[in-house]
């Protein structure tokens, strides 16, 4: 959202930036900071397996359960 025009714009790349979507929470990491994540990604879940979407080629996959661990390091721990 661009504030001062009021209006949204369009994004091509997150850049170094990872969002992950859960169903209560949602933020963004620096992925160079976290082993396992992937820049211009977004990880979310459906309450049972946790997905990741590339956005660089659009494909979508299922994170392994080794995957789904690393993914644990950078769940705030507040959550």
Do not use: R
């Amino acid at each position: 959202m661009d504030e001062e025009l009021a209006k949204w714009i369009e994004v091509k790349s997150l850049g170094d930036n990872a969002f992950v979507i859960a169903t209560d929470t949602c933020f963004s990491v620096l992925a160079h900071e976290f082993y396992g994540c992937l820049q211009n990604s977004i990880y979310f879940t459906d309450n049972k397996d946790i997905f990741k979407l590339d956005n660089d080629n659009g494909s979508i996959e299922i994170m392994s359960e080794l995957s789904q661990s690393c993914f644990q390091m950078f769940v705030p721990s507040f959550l």
